[in-house]
């Protein structure tokens, strides 16, 4: 009885190891069932001197339960007979050579499997079962107290068992296997000796066919019905829905995925990560300035590196130490300032512009062009125009005069080549009168046009 019970813990003892075990695809033989066909032998211990071995077989029918566990719990139908044997007599009947007893068997129990390997499935089991036999000498003959019906030829028998199967494909094994069978009897051998029953060993080996089961194709723990991705590679980690794990919802899978911590919502590339337009380090989402040459370093902000802080940065600047707050040009050398008496000029209205007209006069061409010169000496300067009236009409009419006037001296100007975005025109209007309005000749004076260099800009 005690091996017994060692057998019944060894059947339950996978079941503790497996909590701590489990893997994610499923059991080999999860949801499948499962048809057995054993042959064997039976070790008899009885009353008898010495133990005899004679022959078994058995059929087995079983279901195995689906999980993703290393080891799954099936439950099994069995039936099966052969011999019993044992021969030397015994210490009350030493006149008996010898019995071989025929039995009959069937019954139900629980298993558990483990999978090793893939292939290698090691399991116990337990089970209870109806026995029948019927103790007979060599030649065939009942033994005395089986003929006079001393006792009773049906009893029930106890099974441990462990053993292994070795898969050779998902339909099939061969197995192996050991159990103990205890008999609720002292009768097998057909004679009462002590007060221990009898018990006897068997050793099988044979040939499991199974069929059905639980379809997993790309073996990621999800069945295959409720698997919306069903071709994920072997060993990925994957969702309910047996899709591939995207921590950082990019699109990008994790196993794929370069960058596993993108912030929600950023454009990533085929490697899963954040786009870098122009190759310089810093991911677009965190890059100042997209369009940095190739191969030219930047800061932290993706902008290229201005040592001298004068705007232009080092990849351009031919000046590359201009002393802070210089003024420079596009190349980041220090700009040429003209002289200051050319700084602004006035060109006074009766010269230029008869009485409520933004026609040029001829006169004032020349001074124009004074003006147009140093522009054309002076390429990165830039210039505001603005037109003035006298207070004469209405003050609406006079701004827009004001402005027409400017537009007029501009666009002669640019005529002569001057690019226009040097040139800011504005239209002042009688605001800013250089002399009394109430004469003929301060009206004349405040109808003009200044041309002024706008400090400070490039």
Sequence with gaps: MKTLIVFVVLAFAPSIFSQQSGIKNYHPLSGKMGITIEGGTNLTFSDFRDEGFDYSARLLGEYFFPTTRIGTWGIRLYSGGGYLAGSGGTNTRPELKSFRTSILFAGAGASYIVVVAN?????????????????????????????????????????????????????????????????????????????DNDIFYSGYAGFTFYFGGTEDTDGDGVRDPEDICA????????????????????GIPDYLDGCKDTPTNITVDANGCPVDSDGDGVAD??????????????????????EDEDGVPDHKDKCPATPTGTEVDKWGCPLEIPSPELESFLLTGGVIFEV???TLLPGTITEIDKIIKVMNEYPETRWKIEGHT??????????????????????????NGIDESRIEKVGAGPDKPVSDNSTATGRAMNRRVTIELIRGTK
């Design 390 to 415: 006298d207070n004469t009409g209405s003050y609406a009419l006079n701004k827009r005069l004001s402005l027409e006037r400017a537009n007029a001296v501009a666009s002669y100007i640019t005529s």
């Design 356 to 358: 409520g007209q933004s």
């Design 231 to 250: 071709n994920t590679p072997r060993g990925v980690v994957v969702d309910e829905f047996g899709c591939p794990v995207d921590t950082d919802g990019d």
């Design 119 to 195: 292939t290698v499935m090691p399991y116990a089991s337990a089970g209870i079962a109806y026995l029948f036999y019927d103790p007979r000498d060599d030649n065939g003959n009942r033994l005395e107290r089986n003929t006079r019906k001393a006792y009773s030829r049906h009893e029930y028998m106890l099974n441990g068992e462990i053993g292994i199967r070795f898969l050779l494909s998902r339909s099939g094994s061969i197995n192996f296997s050991a159990s103990i069978d205890y008999v609720n009897s002292d009768n097998l051998d057909d004679v009462v000796a002590g007060s």
């Design 285 to 306: 989402y965190l890059d100042l300035c997209r369009d940095t040459p190739e191969n030219v370093p930047v800061d932290s902000r993706g902008c290229p590196f201005d």
